[in-house]
């Protein structure tokens, strides 16, 4: 690409989502997040061209902010859907942190009409949902962070609440709760949920960071050091 207009004109191909000034300003203020757009603009521009509703383009939104947020941290490089070109389901970024250390982010943005602010339980109903569809797209074998972007306040309780409900269920060997949602047994969520080395949580007050103590590999305090301080970079 010559010029980021030139950049920019092929990503969106006549397209101007809500965002797009927010994502041109991106490019033009991260000269790291401008070599992942030119290097990725294909993939972008495909993702975009996929999309069918507003829902959707916030969805491919928050994927590209986390990016964005991510490459604050000098020390971290990123792989876009790099299981997507094996053929297998994955994370959609994987990290490399000081050249050694990899790891995976999965993005998954809470919608507003996902959370009542005034049912809790209808809250924690939504939260267990999210969470046993996508502690089975964990490989083996890698520290994978769950990135939760949250349009309405989600509270750390929330958060603490839903993931102990969920690791009771199993403990208590409720079958049903994990066949209804594709497990084979509870044994076999735990065995998934044992991927999940931590959840990110991103909202307009803040990030918070829920560490899963039963992960068979637990984020270094490295990484989450430097996850907690993106905002302020």
């Known amino acids: 690409?010559?010029?980021?207009?030139?950049?920019?004109a092929y990503i969106f191909?006549?397209?101007?989502?809500?965002?797009?000034?927010?994502f041109e300003g991106w490019v033009r203020e991260s000269?790291?997040?401008?070599?992942?757009a030119i290097s990725y603009r294909s993939k972008i521009r495909a993702k975009?061209?996929?999309?069918?509703?507003?829902a959707?383009?916030?969805?491919?939104?928050?994927?590209?902010?986390?990016?964005?947020?991510?490459?604050?941290?000098?020390?971290?490089?990123?792989?876009?859907?790099?299981?997507?070109?094996?053929?297998?389901?994955?994370?959609?970024?994987?990290v490399t942190f000081k050249t050694h250390t990899p790891f995976n982010v999965e993005v998954r943005r809470i919608r507003t009409i996902e959370v009542d602010e005034k049912d809790s339980n209808a809250t924690l109903v939504k939260l267990m949902a999210v969470l046993c569809d996508k502690v089975g797209q964990m490989p083996p074998?890698?520290?994978?962070?769950?990135?939760?972007?949250?349009?309405?306040?989600?509270?750390?309780e929330d958060l603490t609440r839903t993931v102990l409900t969920l690791r009771q269920l199993a403990e208590r060997k409720v079958e049903e709760f994990f066949t209804r949602r594709g497990f084979e047994s509870a044994a076999d969520f735990l065995k998934q949920y044992r991927q999940l080395?931590?959840?990110?949580?991103?909202?307009?007050?803040?990030?918070?960071?829920?560490?899963?103590?039963?992960a068979r590999h637990a984020a270094p305090p490295e990484i989450i050091n430097a996850i907690r301080r993106l905002e302020r970079a």
């Open 1 to 8: 690409m010559s010029t980021l207009d030139e950049l920019f």
């Open 13 to 22: 191909e006549g397209m101007s989502p809500a965002f797009r000034p927010e």
């Open 31 to 36: 000269r790291r997040f401008r070599a992942f």
């Open 48 to 54: 975009l061209k996929n999309v069918r509703d507003e």
């Open 56 to 94: 959707g383009m916030s969805d491919v939104r928050a994927e590209l902010e986390t990016a964005m947020l991510l490459l604050r941290e000098e020390r971290f490089t990123l792989e876009y859907e790099k299981y997507t070109a094996a053929r297998q389901r994955g994370p959609d970024y994987t």
């Open 141 to 156: 074998s890698i520290i994978n962070l769950l990135w939760l972007t949250a349009e309405r306040e989600i509270s750390e």
């Open 197 to 214: 080395s931590g959840i990110v949580l991103r909202e307009a007050t803040g990030t918070v960071v829920w560490l899963n103590a039963l």
